[in-house]
Protein backbone atom coordinates (compact mmCIF):
# COMPACT_ATOMS: atom_id res chain seq x y z
CA UNK A 1 0.00 0.00 0.00
CA UNK A 2 1.02 3.42 -1.11
CA UNK A 3 -0.56 6.59 0.52
CA UNK A 4 -0.37 10.01 -1.37
CA UNK A 5 -0.92 13.53 -0.11
CA UNK A 6 -0.74 16.51 -2.31
CA UNK A 7 -0.22 20.29 -1.21
CA UNK A 8 1.28 23.44 -2.51
CA UNK A 9 -1.79 24.20 -5.09
CA UNK A 10 -3.42 27.79 -5.14
CA UNK A 11 -4.24 30.53 -7.21
CA UNK A 12 -1.56 32.26 -8.97
CA UNK A 13 -1.55 35.24 -11.73
CA UNK A 14 0.05 33.99 -15.27
CA UNK A 15 3.12 33.87 -15.80
CA UNK A 16 3.63 33.33 -11.96
CA UNK A 17 5.28 30.14 -10.14
CA UNK A 18 3.97 27.43 -8.09
CA UNK A 19 5.51 24.11 -6.35
CA UNK A 20 3.73 21.57 -5.88
CA UNK A 21 4.67 18.82 -2.79
CA UNK A 22 3.34 15.05 -3.03
CA UNK A 23 4.36 13.51 0.63
CA UNK A 24 4.82 9.70 0.61
CA UNK A 25 4.23 6.78 3.05
CA UNK A 26 3.87 2.88 3.33
CA UNK A 27 5.90 1.08 -0.02
CA UNK A 28 9.86 1.98 0.54
CA UNK A 29 9.65 5.57 -1.75
CA UNK A 30 12.45 4.74 -3.38
CA UNK A 31 11.59 1.32 -4.75
CA UNK A 32 8.70 2.94 -7.26
CA UNK A 33 8.41 5.55 -10.25
CA UNK A 34 6.34 8.59 -9.74
CA UNK A 35 4.06 10.87 -11.97
CA UNK A 36 1.71 13.89 -11.94
CA UNK A 37 -1.35 14.04 -13.73
CA UNK A 38 -3.79 16.99 -14.08
CA UNK A 39 -7.56 16.85 -14.73
CA UNK A 40 -8.92 20.15 -16.24
CA UNK A 41 -12.86 20.99 -15.97
CA UNK A 42 -14.89 18.98 -18.26
CA UNK A 43 -11.39 17.33 -19.83
CA UNK A 44 -10.11 14.07 -19.01
CA UNK A 45 -6.98 13.42 -16.80
CA UNK A 46 -4.19 13.99 -18.95
CA UNK A 47 -0.07 13.31 -18.36
CA UNK A 48 2.00 16.04 -16.88
CA UNK A 49 5.67 14.60 -15.93
CA UNK A 50 7.07 11.09 -14.49
CA UNK A 51 10.30 10.77 -12.87
CA UNK A 52 12.30 7.55 -12.53
CA UNK A 53 12.54 6.10 -8.73
CA UNK A 54 16.53 6.97 -8.40
CA UNK A 55 15.35 10.88 -10.04
CA UNK A 56 17.99 9.80 -13.06
CA UNK A 57 15.37 10.03 -15.73
CA UNK A 58 12.32 12.50 -16.14
CA UNK A 59 9.85 12.65 -18.86
CA UNK A 60 7.36 15.39 -19.83
CA UNK A 61 4.15 16.30 -21.74
CA UNK A 62 5.20 18.19 -24.32
CA UNK A 63 2.51 21.16 -22.89
CA UNK A 64 4.72 21.85 -19.94
CA UNK A 65 8.27 20.78 -21.44
CA UNK A 66 10.93 23.68 -20.31
CA UNK A 67 7.95 24.71 -17.60
CA UNK A 68 7.73 22.24 -15.60
CA UNK A 69 10.13 20.40 -13.21
CA UNK A 70 9.72 17.04 -11.68
CA UNK A 71 12.09 16.11 -8.72
CA UNK A 72 12.22 13.78 -5.93
CA UNK A 73 14.06 13.82 -2.54
CA UNK A 74 14.04 10.00 -1.37
CA UNK A 75 15.31 11.27 2.18
CA UNK A 76 11.67 12.69 2.65
CA UNK A 77 9.30 10.71 0.66
CA UNK A 78 8.47 13.48 -1.35
CA UNK A 79 8.24 14.46 -4.92
CA UNK A 80 7.81 18.12 -6.30
CA UNK A 81 6.20 19.56 -9.28
CA UNK A 82 7.88 23.35 -9.64
CA UNK A 83 5.77 25.21 -12.16
CA UNK A 84 6.73 28.14 -14.20
CA UNK A 85 5.25 30.55 -16.24
CA UNK A 86 2.03 29.13 -15.90
CA UNK A 87 -0.45 30.11 -18.04
CA UNK A 88 -4.52 29.85 -17.90
CA UNK A 89 -5.05 26.58 -19.44
CA UNK A 90 -2.27 25.20 -16.64
CA UNK A 91 -5.54 25.39 -14.45
CA UNK A 92 -6.82 21.82 -13.44
CA UNK A 93 -6.46 19.65 -10.36
CA UNK A 94 -3.13 18.06 -10.32
CA UNK A 95 -2.64 14.78 -8.81
CA UNK A 96 0.43 12.60 -8.15
CA UNK A 97 0.76 9.34 -8.47
CA UNK A 98 2.78 6.33 -7.98
CA UNK A 99 3.80 3.52 -10.30
CA UNK A 100 5.22 0.30 -8.70
CA UNK A 101 7.16 -1.13 -11.96
CA UNK A 102 10.38 0.74 -10.63
CA UNK A 103 12.38 0.37 -14.28
CA UNK A 104 10.06 2.47 -16.55
CA UNK A 105 8.35 6.09 -16.61
CA UNK A 106 4.95 5.48 -17.04
CA UNK A 107 2.76 8.09 -19.54
CA UNK A 108 -0.59 6.23 -18.81
CA UNK A 109 -3.36 6.58 -16.30
CA UNK A 110 -3.71 2.91 -16.11
CA UNK A 111 0.23 2.58 -15.27
CA UNK A 112 -0.36 3.53 -12.19
CA UNK A 113 -1.29 1.79 -8.72
CA UNK A 114 -1.66 4.43 -6.26
CA UNK A 115 -3.00 8.34 -6.54
CA UNK A 116 -3.07 10.96 -4.15
CA UNK A 117 -6.92 13.25 -3.54
CA UNK A 118 -5.54 16.20 -5.99
CA UNK A 119 -4.35 19.88 -5.80
CA UNK A 120 -6.10 22.61 -7.39
CA UNK A 121 -3.74 25.16 -9.21
CA UNK A 122 -5.95 27.96 -10.65
CA UNK A 123 -4.06 30.57 -12.95
CA UNK A 124 -5.42 33.68 -13.25
CA UNK A 125 -5.29 35.95 -16.72
Known amino acids: QVQLVESGGGLVQAGGSLRLSCAAS????????MGWFRQAPGKEREFVAA????????YYADSVKGRFTISRDNAKNTVYLEMNSLKPEDTAVYYC??????????????????WGQGTQVTVSS
Open 26 to 33: GRTFSSYA
Open 51 to 58: ISWSGGST
Open 97 to 114: AADLSPFTIATLINEYDY
